[in-house]
């Protein structure tokens, strides 16, 4: 059995090894694309409107096949590129350095196999730009992570403009399965968790949150059209707040990160 199944495996092998090198190929061409978009871009800037759609295209194309090809601390970047320009409302032209950073780091990546990253990746992900815009000149920047798990919507909007003002780092994951990869990675301080999300509720994705323990200290706000004392709301475990969607529900979001210390967090963080 053993003899007839090794000439399988090393053919599957075989097929992973060109898969990897085939994306090693395709994700240079798709990054050299951007860097030759941003560099039309510093001469012309009209092109902006023209580029930003195929810059996202290849962005995409990065994040989604990234860990499926050995890749995934690239893929991670690219995810939080798509964020980066969702944040600073598909602006490029103001943004090129910032863009740049991003586009250097994957080319760093893949050129090495990831392994520039195999020390501390987490802190590699948290030095990238995020697209905070300060307001106010008294506003503090808050280097914390903070994870929306909501599907595209006017509500995301309100919600991580809120945040951005506040001057915290927005990460967006689509589904509950991203979001536990995302959250594995980027270990975010807070995570607003959509009821209705896909493959599974929002309130089953708390519940995985608690009982993953690198996870399970990482406050959750679960934002909901039941009322509180719905049925489906009785079981959520850890730290998970339920926050009903009125009128004011952002004004209860503030509360709670008041009522968290997160404001202060990374300040208490530094002085340990």
């Given at each position: 059995?053993?003899?007839?199944?090794?000439?399988?495996?090393?053919?599957?092998?075989?097929?992973?090894?060109?898969?990897?090198?085939?994306?090693?190929?395709?994700?240079?061409?798709?990054?050299?694309?951007?860097?030759?978009?941003?560099?039309?871009?510093?001469?012309?800037?009209?092109?902006?409107?023209?580029?930003?759609?195929?810059?996202?295209?290849?962005?995409?194309?990065?994040?989604?096949?990234?860990?499926?090809?050995?890749?995934?601390?690239?893929?991670?970047?690219?995810?939080?590129?798509?964020?980066?320009?969702?944040?600073?409302?598909?602006?490029?032209?103001?943004?090129?350095?910032?863009?740049?950073?991003?586009?250097?780091?994957?080319?760093?990546?893949?050129?090495?196999?990831?392994?520039?990253?195999?020390?501390?990746?987490?802190?590699?992900?948290?030095?990238?730009?995020?697209?905070?815009?300060?307001?106010?000149?008294?506003?503090?920047?808050?280097?914390?992570?903070?994870?929306?798990v909501m599907p595209p919507g006017l509500q995301r909007k309100?919600?991580?403009?809120?945040?951005?003002?506040?001057?915290?780092?927005?990460?967006?994951?689509?589904?509950?399965?991203?979001?536990?990869?995302?959250?594995?990675?980027?270990?975010?301080?807070?995570?607003?968790?959509?009821?209705?999300?896909?493959?599974?509720?929002?309130?089953?994705?708390c519940n995985v949150f608690a009982a993953v323990e690198k996870?399970?200290?990482?406050?959750?706000?679960?934002?909901?059209?039941?009322?509180?004392?719905?049925?489906?709301?009785?079981?959520?475990?850890?730290?998970?707040?339920?926050?009903?969607?009125?009128?004011?529900?952002?004004?209860?979001?503030?509360?709670?990160?008041?009522?968290?210390?997160?404001?202060?967090?990374?300040?208490?963080?530094?002085?340990?």
């Amino acid at each position: 059995m053993l003899n007839k199944d090794a000439p399988a495996n090393s053919n599957f092998d075989d097929v992973l090894r060109k898969l990897h090198q085939e994306f090693i190929e395709v994700a240079r061409d798709q990054l050299d694309d951007i860097d030759s978009m941003l560099n039309a871009l510093e001469a012309k800037p009209a092109l902006a409107e023209q580029y930003l759609l195929n810059i996202q295209r290849n962005i995409h194309n990065i994040k989604g096949q990234g860990a499926t090809f050995g890749f995934p601390l690239t893929g991670r970047v690219a995810h939080m590129l798509e964020d980066y320009l969702l944040n600073t409302g598909g602006n490029l032209i103001e943004n090129i350095l910032d863009i740049r950073s991003y586009i250097d780091l994957m080319v760093d990546l893949i050129s090495t196999d990831e392994s520039i990253a195999h020390d501390d990746p987490q802190a590699l992900l948290s030095n990238l730009p995020t697209g905070q815009k300060v307001t106010f000149s008294v506003q503090h920047i808050h280097d914390i992570n903070v994870m929306l798990v909501m599907p595209p919507g006017l509500q995301r909007k309100v919600v991580a403009k809120e945040l951005l003002s506040c001057g915290f780092r927005v990460i967006r994951a689509y589904d509950c399965i991203e979001a536990l990869a995302v959250a594995i990675d980027i270990l975010p301080k807070v995570v607003f968790i959509n009821y209705d999300m896909v493959p599974f509720s929002g309130p089953d994705l708390c519940n995985v949150f608690a009982a993953v323990e690198k996870l399970r200290d990482v406050h959750i706000v679960l934002l909901t059209s039941h009322e509180i004392d719905d049925q489906s709301l009785q079981s959520l475990q850890g730290n998970a707040s339920v926050v009903v969607k009125h009128k004011d529900f952002t004004e209860k979001i503030g509360e709670l990160l008041i009522e968290w210390n997160i404001f202060d967090s990374n300040l208490n963080d530094a002085s340990k």
